[in-house]
């Protein structure tokens, strides 16, 4: 597939809505232009080292897992999700029951894996629910659409109704990889559903929020206009899914493997994409206080200090998870369950802090600094010249500029998406915990707490 054939591909009978109208060609127009175009370049752009046929591998090691993370976290985002969506399914499958009730199931998941990297098809993992009243169960709720459920079974196939929300890129994508949103208990079959939808298929609609800056303002944005996925308000009205794409029917016992597999993935997905952007600000926390001449003023180097030590700290729980990676018995490098989830969580409770430290060093300028029209106008260009400029090197246009940037990576309206989507990204704060606590090792810590008291585990002798 090359970029124009994915432009094409597009062109799918997709019923897509942005702000209430809707889109006829979601590969021109302005408000998904900027994502489909980041897309297509993901299409065979060898040039830029990007292999597209990354996405479809699984890692056979820790190290080849590295490089996969590596590669895909500096890309656009649907292939990495896509690579997170195909292993989740592949850890979803390794973890279902060996006996003969499953067996159909992992088959198809497998066929479905091997059809996506034919067709170089993007995915998107599609797990979050409406949800309803959060305290109820979906038989409780007022109405039973709020979970995603099957409302026929025929014999070629199921029926699905629902609506899955905040799905980052479903817009842009080929397929919707529909999983329950959590653990289903006995008696709740019909919402035990897991499955692949084509985005065209008849039923499906999307409604989008779009996290893009006004065309006319890029040069203020000089990030955020190069990137943001449409997030899709995904709605199922009664749409046929055929058997060999249906992974789940009913069977609740292993309804939750799929949100824990797909957590796993999309938290290691959050570490690798936050310990870069912890670099990322490091770098922008030195480069302004250079750019204001503070850079060895104690109270500077301290905060910068401790960036570091963030940063450093997100890394390293990332590559815990990557180095203690386990091998499934089909040779696939899933990561560390522990680290992984304790490396997201860290990282996304502590990024504001981080955020809150740039905004000290760098000064009120990083709200207030001239436009990009009053660089390009003689008349303000010249004050800009005389005023912004701090020390040899350092000029009005280059600090001005360095501003437009921390303001579009730590205040704008992009950049608090960014945070939120760092927070709720693989699960609130709360599923990270839950897991993280799951998967330490509590009895060697209470036995290293016994040993130092010089107690017995109590009920012993
Ligand atoms: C930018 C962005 C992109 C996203 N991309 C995707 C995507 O591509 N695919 C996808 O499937 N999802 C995606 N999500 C969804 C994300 O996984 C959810 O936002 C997250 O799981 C929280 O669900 P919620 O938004 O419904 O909030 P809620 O479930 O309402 O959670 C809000 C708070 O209430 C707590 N809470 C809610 N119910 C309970 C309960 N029963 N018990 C205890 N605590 C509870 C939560 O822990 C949290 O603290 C995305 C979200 C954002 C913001």
Known sequence: VNPDEYRASLADGRRVFYDGELVTDVATHPKFRVAVDNVAAGYGDGERGLNSADAYKFPASSDELRARMESLTGWEPTLLMTLESLL????????????????????????????????????????SDAKGHRALSPAQQADPDLYTRIVEHHADGIVIRGAKLHISGAAVAHELLVMPTKRMKPGE??????????????????MNAVPLPPADEWEYHPNSSHGGLPEGFVVFDDVFVPNERVFLAGEVEHSATFAHSMGLWQRLGGAAHMAEGADRLVG???????????????????????M???????????????????ITPEGFATPDELYTNVAKYYGALNRDRMLTFIHDIAGGAILTAPLPGDLANPETRAYVDKYMPTRPGIDGEYRTRLFHAA????VSSAAGHHQVAMIMSG???????????????????????????????????
């Open 88 to 127: 989740a399914l592949g850890t979803t499958a390794s973890r279902m029951p060996a006996d003969e009730a499953f067996a159909k199931y992992r088959s198809r998941i497998d066929g479905f894996v091997e059809f996506c990297k034919q067709h170089d098809r993007r995915c998107v993992p599609t797990i």
């Open 189 to 206: 079959e019909q919402w035990a559903v897991a499955c692949a939808v084509p985005v065209g298929s008849p039923g499906v609609t999307i």
């Open 284 to 306: 922008l926390a030195r480069l302004l206080a250079e750019a204001n001449g503070v850079e060895k003023i104690p109270h500077i180097r301290e905060k910068i200090a401790d």
């Open 308 to 326: 570091i030590i963030y940063a450093t700290l997100v890394r390293s729980g990332l590559e815990a998870a990557i180095e203690n990676a386990v």
């Open 407 to 410: 303001r579009d990576l730590t």
């Open 427 to 461: 699960g609130g704060l709360f599923a990270q915990k839950l897991v993280a606590t799951m998967h330490y090792d509590l009895a060697h810590a209470k036995q290293l707490a016994l040993k130092a008291a010089r107690l017995d585990p109590p009920g012993k002798g």
